[in-house]
Structure formats: C-alpha cells, structure tokens
C-alpha cells in the first residue's frame, strides 16, 4: 500500500471530476473525519485514517483491500473508474440519467430524439423549482 | 644365632634376586629372528632328540617355550614406549613378514559391453585432466585480488566495464553498454540509439514514494492544491454548453416573440439579448450545478 503520486492523484481527480466536477473537494476534505486515497496493487481504495492504521498490519500479499475501491490504475497507468465508488460519487453527482437507447443507436438517431431519460428523485421538482421553469 | 639367621636371609635373598635375574636371561647357540612387528620370533637352534624321548618332554617344551618367550618379550622392551591412559605401550615397528593370502586372488572379470566395443574399435582411454591452463582465469583473479585489496583500504575504483574475458556474457555486455551510455556530460540523456534498440527499462534511480502514514494534513492540503490548480486550468467556459444555453436561449426568444407577434401584430422583434455574446453568459457555463445535463440536449 502506498500514497498516490501527483501524477496518479492528477489522473484520478481528472476523471473523478467528469463525474461530479468541483465536489472533489467534499470527498477530499470531509468534516466527519479524515479520509484518505491509498493505492494497493494498483487499485485506488478510499478509507479513513483508523482504517488506514488497521490496514498496516497486514503484510502485501495477505491485504485484499481496505475501505472502498473507487477503481484501479490500467497498465499504460490510466485510470479507470468502478462501480464500487458509486455510493461516493451519487450525492455529488452533476447529473443522472438512464440511457432510452442503446448506444448504437445513439449514434445512429436523429437530433431531436429522446436518448437520456433524467429520472428525478422524490425532491428534485421542489429543489430546482426555481432553475427548472 | 640371629647373626647367623640374618646372614643366611640375606644370602638367600641374593640367591633368589640371582635366580630372578638368570631368568630374564636366556643362553643360546643361535640368536633367534625377530619380527616384532608380528610378534614373531624364529627359534633355529636344534633340539636334541633325546630331550623329547623321555617323559618330560612336556617340561621340556614349556621350557623352550618360556626362553623364546622371554627373548621376545626383551626384544620389546628394547623398543620406543609411549605412555597410553596409564599403560605403557611399545611402539611396534612395521611387519617385516609378508603373510601368506588369506582367500584366493580375484578371477578376472569378463570384459564389459563398453570395454568390448573399446577393444573392437581400438579405442583408447583418454584421460581428461580438470586442470587447464587458463590465461583469462588467471587475469580475473588477479583483478579479483586487487579489487579486495581497495575495498579493505577504502580506495575508490570505477565502475566495472568489461573484463579481460574472452567470453563476455550478454549481461555483462549489456551493463557495460548502459554503464559507457550514462557516463557523459548529460548523463547519457541525449545519447542516440541504435535503430533497433530498446530504451533502457529502469532509467534513473528507485521511486520513492511518500510514506504511508505521512501528515494527513499536508497531503490534504496537497490535493486540495492540485484540484485548485485543475479547476483555475480548465476553461471556465464550457463551450458545448454555452453554446446550447445560447441556442435555447434564442428559440425561446424565438419563440415568445412568435406568439408576441400573433398577438401584438407589427411591433418589432426585440433583439435584446442577441448582441451580448458570450462573455455574459460565461458565468452560467460553469454555474450549471445541480440540475443542469450535459450531452445531447433532449426534448424537455
């Protein structure tokens, strides 16, 4: 296990940030307790400090993996992102949406058709009332 | 009669020490052959006949017996002694007897599968000694040697680049080619290539990475830094966006001056918000937060 380098650090927050943009900062910086990106074995975990400091124990190759991944480091060192780090991205997000068609057909359709289907949670109406109207 | 007494004690004695002494002494026409090695002593002298005639030629040969006996055992006394744990022990000199085979000598062996063939080609049998002079060898340790004699001084040598080998191994080869390349100015940096030669693997030195219970606070402050640093590069202006803001912004306008004229009649369009452009709307690009959608603008 070891600490990002900057260039690591850089190309997850790059990708990180098409997801939900500025909020990085929430996730890096939380006010109920410190949090912090370890790499191990070229995966990205996301766990607290007291995690962290139970994790040392274990040797290398017996350490299957701390706190959550958020994704894993390719071979060419790009940085690709799991559906394990959902429940951290979801509060940030800059928007949802479910895909109408496949993505063939994306491609293939006309401008005006329907491709995203923005499925609004129970308050979204009353929270954006203002922006959506 | 006590005067008597004690001399006759003491001539007795001396007759009995003499009598002890004649013993240890044995007289004889021939000396005896000795190999003390063995233990054997040859006894050559002749033996009377008459002696075995009469009955006591037990008594007779015990005799004979003791005397060669006791030659023997003089012989050995004469030789060197060492002491043992508490015994002293002669030292026996070599065997000088050769002894007679105990079995019967080896009968010859049939020739084996191999020996045969050897002997039906003619094949000789060429020893292949271990030992070769080797120049080379003699070369590296001799440059073994003084190697150890700078390492126990603590003299500094350079770093290896081949020895006076006659084969170098590929690694070798390989090491003193990366070693040549480094050694310039610029640390082998602009150094050309062959055509098909590789980059090396492992140029530089180890990484070394932060430890990994370092300041929780430096490196939050690290990271916050770096998204700062991302967010201040990446343009404020979203192009895609504004550009779509832009367009809906005009079919609205579009659209709410089309039903202004069905109902107004002749009062010219207001172009208001045409001239602005895209700096005012700059602030919005970014802004977008929660509910706005990226990707192809869909029908609302």
Request: proline share 5%.
């Amino acid at each position: 296990m070891r600490p990002l380098t900057d260039e690591e650090t850089k190309a997850m927050f790059e990708k990180l940030s098409k997801y939900i943009g500025e909020n990085i900062k929430l996730l890096v910086d939380r006010p109920d307790g410190t949090y912090c990106f370890r790499l191990h074995h070229d995966r990205v975990y996301y766990m607290s400090e007291k995690i962290l400091k139970l994790a040392t124990n274990f040797s290398r190759d017996k350490l299957i993996s701390v706190g959550t991944c958020f994704g894993k480091f390719t071979k060419t060192q790009k940085f690709r992102l799991h559906i394990t780090a959902l429940d951290f991205l979801a509060p940030y997000a800059k928007g949802f949406g479910v895909a109408a068609k496949t993505t063939q057909e994306c491609r293939r359709v006309d401008p005006l058709s329907i491709v995203v289907f923005h499925q609004a949670d129970v308050g979204e109406f009353i929270r954006n009332e203002d922006t959506l109207t | 009669m006590a005067a008597c007494s004690v001399e006759e004690l003491l001539a007795k004695a001396e007759q009995e020490e003499a009598e002890k002494l004649k013993t240890i002494s044995v007289q004889k026409e021939l000396d005896l052959d000795f190999d003390v090695g063995n233990l054997l002593a040859c006894d050559k002298n002749r033996i009377e006949s008459r002696d075995f005639k009469e009955q006591k030629k037990e008594d007779f040969l015990r005799a004979l017996a003791r005397d060669n006996t006791q030659l023997l055992i003089n012989e050995i006394w004469k030789l060197p002694t060492e002491r043992v744990e508490e015994a002293i022990v002669a030292k026996l000199p070599e065997p000088a007897t050769r002894l007679p085979r105990e079995k019967p000598p080896p009968k010859p062996k049939p020739p084996t599968k191999w020996e045969q063939f050897a002997k039906l080609k003619g094949i000789q049998k060429k020893k292949k000694t271990n030992m070769v002079w080797d120049e080379t060898r003699v070369a590296k340790n001799e440059f073994n040697r003084l190697k150890n004699i700078a390492r126990a001084q603590k003299i500094k040598t350079p770093g290896v680049g081949l020895l006076p080998r006659t084969k170098q191994s590929k690694d070798e080869l390989s090491r003193a080619v990366s070693v040549a390349k480094t050694s310039t100015a610029s640390a082998g940096r602009f150094q050309d290539r062959l055509p098909k030669e590789k980059p090396p693997k492992n140029a530089g030195k180890r990484r070394k990475f932060e430890p990994l219970i370092g300041d929780f606070s430096s490196e939050k402050q690290k990271q916050l830094e770096l998204l700062k640093v991302m967010d201040s590069k990446r343009p404020k202006l979203d192009i895609t966006k504004a550009v779509n803001k832009q367009m809906r912004e005009e079919d609205r306008e579009e659209a709410a001056s089309k039903r202004k004229g069905r109902k107004g009649g002749a009062a010219g369009r207001p172009k208001g918000k045409g001239g602005k452009g895209k700096g005012g709307r700059a602030g919005g690009g970014k802004a977008g937060g929660g509910g706005k959608r990226r990707g192809k603008p869909g029908k609302r």
